[in-house]
């Protein structure tokens, strides 16, 4: 059963004048040959009223049409234009709104943060194996049964920027085809791929199928504190995201990651805590006001000092601030 295509009203009024002006086009082209042939002298008088009654209104029934139709298609890409920008901002405000309830991750160690869906399984961190040049990777996932697109979620993998990773192209999402010519086009990938900067450097990369030195790929990446964070979409089928629908979610879910200051404790040392020292600021210092360093009679050469009071035949307590 063939279903009509419906059309709108405002599309209707298009036609009408559309088929309005092409009549009275027709019209002005058979009546100005008519008021332009020959005509002799006994017949000029009956004719010229006639022409100067009908020139104005054929003037203005052919420019009329035209200039309402320029007017009210003007009118209509504004309207189009206005929803667009609103739909927009109103999609965007229920987005943000919506993220605020998600769960909050926050990696110190890394220096990166965000919010995931509540319903959304436990990160995972997963450590380089055998040739594999990343520092560290994020498993982010969505439950089983949660089935809604080929999207099941996003890796985070993070890379040290150092003398074998120096930027985005030594990293292992993006990868050279296998081809025997060299080609001038992959040396400036950056630059073909839209590039912006916050308050670190952002980049969408996006390759076709169609490139001639890179394989297809989709994802975005970040740069700070001497690391690269690539975000990969991980879909059921292992294949790149191509719908625009599994694009846009990627697009929400990554879209509220925010680097920060990376903040490592230091580790605790292996030695003794002193037990004869003073702490003093949170620190552990020497008791003794005016501490004469000797040789010890009763220990062994190079035993740990304990009282943060070091000796010529100590070993410095890491516990202790000299």
């Given at each position: 059963?063939?279903?009509?295509k ?9 036609y009408?004048?559309f ?8 019209f ?15 017949t ?11 020139e104005?209104p ?5 420019n009329?049409?035209?200039?309402y ?19 927009k ?8 709104k ?13 220096g990166f943060s ?6 959304w399984?436990k ?15 994020y498993q ?8 809604n ?27 050279k085809?296998?081809f ?6 992959c ?12 308050t ?8 076709e199928q ?12 970040y740069q ?20 625009e ?33 003073k702490?003093?600021n ?13 040789v ?13 009071c ?13």
């Open positions: 059963m063939s279903r009509k419906k059309i709108a009203p405002a599309v209707k009024n298009n009408a004048l088929i309005t002006l092409f009549i009275t086009f027709l002005a082209i058979k009546f100005s040959n008519y008021l332009g042939s020959d005509f002799n002298f006994k000029s008088n009956k004719i010229q009223p006639i022409k100067l009654a009908f104005k054929i003037f203005y029934s052919i009329f049409p035209v200039f139709l320029d007017q009210n298609y003007d009118k209509q890409i504004e309207l189009e234009k206005e929803l667009r920008l609103k739909t901002e109103k999609t965007s405000k229920y987005n943000q919506k993220r605020q309830e998600w769960t909050f991750y926050n990696n110190k160690w890394f965000l919010r995931y869906p509540n319903h399984l990160p995972q961190k997963k450590a380089p194996t055998q040739g594999q040049s990343f520092e560290a990777l982010f996932r969505k439950p089983i049964n949660d089935n697109s080929r999207l099941i979620g996003y890796d985070i993998l993070i890379y040290r920027q150092n003398s074998k990773i120096s930027d985005l192209m030594d990293t292992q999402e993006i990868q085809k296998n025997e010519s060299k080609i001038k086009i040396e400036d990938f950056l630059s073909l791929n839209d590039s912006w900067s916050t670190y450097p952002r980049f969408l990369i996006e390759v169609e490139d001639p030195c890179y394989e297809k790929t989709h994802f975005v990446s700070k504190n001497k690391h690269i964070y690539n975000i990969i979409p991980v879909t059921a089928d292992n294949e790149v995201l191509t719908k629908t599994e694009i846009n979610e990627y697009a929400l879910l990554t879209s509220n990651i925010n680097l920060t200051q990376i903040i490592r404790p230091k580790p605790k040392p292996k030695a003794p805590i002193p037990h004869g020292a702490k003093v949170g620190k552990y210092v020497c008791a003794k006001k005016n501490d004469k360093p000797s010890s009679s009763q220990n062994k050469k190079g035993h740990m000092d304990m009282q943060c070091l000796d010529p035949d100590e070993t410095p307590n890491p516990w202790c601030t000299y």
